[in-house]
C-alpha cells in the first residue's frame, strides 16, 4: 500500500507521524536545518519507511517545499513506497547526462518532489561525486524547506559516512526489538565522528518489543538531542523503558512522543 494511502487509512501511525513530523518541522524551523539525513546502524531498521511517512506528513501543508531524495543506491526503496515507474534516474544528473530539474520526480502531494535512483540501483561509487553532489545540494537548498535524504545504513556500508557532510543534522533510526543498544552506540559514534549532529531518534515497532504500548505495529518514539555518553550497555535498545510512554533520561534510551515535548538536552 502506498505511503499516502496507509497514512489516510491508519489513524494511529497517521497520528504517530504527524507527532514526529511537527517536532522535526518545529527543529528545523528554529534552528534553520535545511538537509536531514536518515539513517540507522544497519539495514532493515525502517529508514525508507521513516523518509517516506515523514516526507509525506511534512508535504501535507501546501505552504512548504519538501523534497525526499533516495540516496540508497544499493537498496532503492522510495520508489516503491510512492509508487512511482519511470526511468528518470539520479546517475544521469550525476553522470552530467541531464539538467537537476529533469529528475526532480513530483508526487500526488504538490508541496512533495523525489529524486530516485533507477529501481535496479545505481552505482554507489557516484556518491564519491562530491563536486556534483556539492552541486544538487546548493541547488536543493535554494529550492526547498526541507530535504529529506534516504541513505544506507551506517555499519555496513561507507556511503552514509560519505554523504554526511550535505546534512546539517541526523536521525538516526531504531528498530524496537532489533536494533542493541552496541549497534546504535557504534551508531552514534561513527556520526559524531564526523562531527555531524544527531538531531533525534525515531524508534520503530513498538509493538513487537512493548506490545502494551499500542495496538499499531507502526508504533513511533522520538526523542531529540542525543550525544556522546549515551546509548551504550547491553541488550535491545527499548528494552529497559522504564514504563509505557515515559522518557528514560541518562539511560540514553528512547522515548516515546507521549514522554513530553520540545527538544531535551543532549546530555540530559
Ligand atoms: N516502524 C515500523 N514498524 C514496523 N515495521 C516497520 C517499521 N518501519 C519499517 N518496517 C518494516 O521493516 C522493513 C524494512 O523497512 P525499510 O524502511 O525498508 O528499512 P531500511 O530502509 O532501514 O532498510 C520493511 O518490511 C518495513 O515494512
Ligand atoms: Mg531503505
Keep these: 500500500m ?3 494511502d496507509r497514512l489516510n487509512e491508519d489513524w494511529v501511525l497517521a497520528s504517530e507521524i504527524h507527532k514526529l513530523e511537527a517536532r522535526l518541522w518545529g527543529l528545523v524551523r528554529r534552528e534553520n536545518i ?4 536518515v539513517t540507522s546502524a544497519e539495514r532493515g531498521e525502517g529508514k525508507s519507511m521513516t523518509v517516506a511517512y515523514l516526507a509525506t506528513a511534512l508535504a501535507r501543508h501546501p505552504e512548504r517545499k519538501i523534497l525526499a531524495v533516495d540516496l540508497d543506491f544499493r537498496q532503492p526503496q522510495l520508489r516503491v513506497h510512492f509508487g512511482i515507474d519511470g526511468p528518470r534516474s539520479f546517475a544521469a544528473v550525476l553522470n552530467g547526462q541531464c539538467r537537476i530539474e529533469d529528475v526532480l520526480v513530483k508526487t500526488d502531494l504538490p508541496s512533495l518532489d523525489l529524486v530516485l535512483p533507477c529501481p535496479e540501483g545505481e552505482d554507489p561509487n557516484l556518491l ?4 556534483e553532489l556539492g552541486e544538487l545540494f546548493a541547488f536543493f537548498r535554494q529550492r526547498y524547506d526541507l530535504v529529506l535524504m534516504d541513505v ?3 555499519i555496513p556500508v561507507a556511503d552514509a559516512s560519505a554523504l554526511m557532510s550535505f546534512a546539517d ?4 533510526v531504531v528498530m524496537a526489538g532489533r536494533t542493541t543498544r552496541p549497534m ?7 556520526c559524531l565522528g564526523m562531527d555531524a549532529r544527531i538531531l533525534g531518534l525515531v524508534v520503530g515497532n513498538l509493538k513487537e518489543a512493548v506490545p502494551e504500548y499500542g495496538d499499531s505495529s507502526y508504533y513511533y518514539g522520538y526523542r531529540t538531542g542525543y550525544a556522546k555518553g549515551q546509548g551504550s550497555g547491553r541488550g535491545r535498545a527499548t528494552r529497559d523503558r522504564p ?3 515515559a522518557t528514560t533520561g541518562r ?3 528512547p522515548s516515546s512522543t507521549d514522554g513530553g515535548s520540545g527538544a531535551r538536552d543532549a546530555d540530559a
Excluded: F, Y
Design 34 to 37: 535545511r538537509v536531514v539525513m
Design 152 to 154: 544506507p545504513a551506517l
Design 2 to 4: 502506498r505511503t499516502t
Design 243 to 245: 514504563r509505557h510512554g
Design 184 to 190: 546504535l552506540s557504534r551508531a552514534r559514534d561513527l
Design 169 to 172: 543534522g541526523i536521525v538516526l
Design 251 to 253: 539511560t540514553g534510551g
Design 128 to 131: 564519491l561525486k562530491t563536486t
